[in-house]
């Protein structure tokens, strides 16, 4: 795939993710950063057909969240109907960076590291 396709693909799924989905707005940076990895490993999981653990309450979420995120994305995007491993975990990657970057390294909000909460 070309960096172009991929840049192209990553911002797809950015762009959904970023319109439909709070699970990335928790309220502290380590809740966000759990949440942005959680979910996306699952979705990762369910992208290649492998069944992800729900060992945990946090499992349970993730997967309740990667399951809609996939689902949907399937419907709106044909393209991630034929991705391999290779492709769903470079997508996964991308888009965890480009998720960290807007909803921690950038976010404005001080409350997200303040050290009373």
């Given at each position: ?88 975990l470079t997508l996964m990657e991308g888009l965890k960076s480009r998720l960290v970057d807007i909803a921690i390294t950038q976010s404005k909000n001080r409350e997200l590291n303040h050290?009373?909460?």
């Open positions: 795939m070309s960096a172009e396709a991929l840049e192209s693909k990553i911002g797809d799924l950015f762009d959904y993710v970023q319109e439909r989905c709070l699970w990335q707005f928790s309220s502290r940076t380590w809740d966000r950063q759990a949440n942005i990895d959680g979910v996306l490993a699952k979705a990762a999981d369910l992208f290649l057909g492998r069944s992800p653990s729900r060992e945990s309450p946090e499992d349970k979420l993730h997967c309740a969240e990667a399951s809609v995120l996939v689902s949907d994305c399937r419907e709106r995007y044909p393209w991630t109907g034929s991705v391999d491993e290779t492709e769903v050290h009373l909460y």
